[in-house]
Nanobody, 121 residues
Framework: VQLQASGGGLVQAGGSLRLSCAASGGTVSSYAVGWFRQAPGKEREFVAS????????SYADSVKGRFTISRDDANNTVYLRMSVLKPEDTAVYYC???????????????WGQGTQVTVSS
C-alpha cells in the first residue's frame, strides 16, 4: 500500500489543521493506521492511531483532547484533526500503516512522505 500525507501548513497558535492520509494500492480498512511526527533534532514520536474497525483509537498524552484521528474507508483515507495547536506541535507529520495495531513506529511497515506543520507563537 502507498500512503500520501497532505494538509500541513503554517498556522498560528490556537489554530486548527486537518491532515489527510490517502492510501492507494491497498485498502485502508485492512490496516491499522498511525500518525507520527518528527521535530528537528528529535526522534520520531507517536501521535495517534486507529485500528481496522475504527472503534479503537490511541493518542499520545501530549495531544489528547486536542487531536482526533478518524478514518473514511469508503475513500481510503485517514484524517488527523488537530485543534488548539501549540508551537511545540511543529514537526513533519507522517502517516503509516501496519497489519499489527500499535503505537511503536517499528510495527508500521508502510510510510507516507510526510507533511510539514508549523505553528507560530
Amino acid at each position: 500500500v502507498q500512503l500520501q500525507a497532505s494538509g500541513g501548513g503554517l498556522v498560528q497558535a490556537g489554530g486548527s489543521l486537518r491532515l489527510s492520509c490517502a492510501a492507494s494500492g491497498g485498502t485502508v480498512s485492512s490496516y491499522a493506521v498511525g500518525w507520527f511526527r518528527q521535530a528537528p533534532g528529535k526522534e520520531r514520536e507517536f501521535v495517534a492511531s486507529v485500528r481496522w474497525s475504527g472503534a479503537r483509537t490511541s493518542y499520545a498524552d501530549s495531544v489528547k483532547g486536542r487531536f482526533t484521528i478518524s478514518r473514511d474507508d469508503a475513500n481510503n483515507t485517514v484524517y488527523l484533526r488537530m485543534s488548539v495547536l501549540k508551537p511545540e506541535d511543529t514537526a513533519v507529520y507522517y502517516c503509516a500503516a501496519s497489519v499489527v495495531y500499535g503505537t511503536q513506529a517499528s510495527v508500521y511497515d508502510y510510510w507516507g512522505q510526510g507533511t510539514q506543520v508549523t505553528v507560530s507563537s
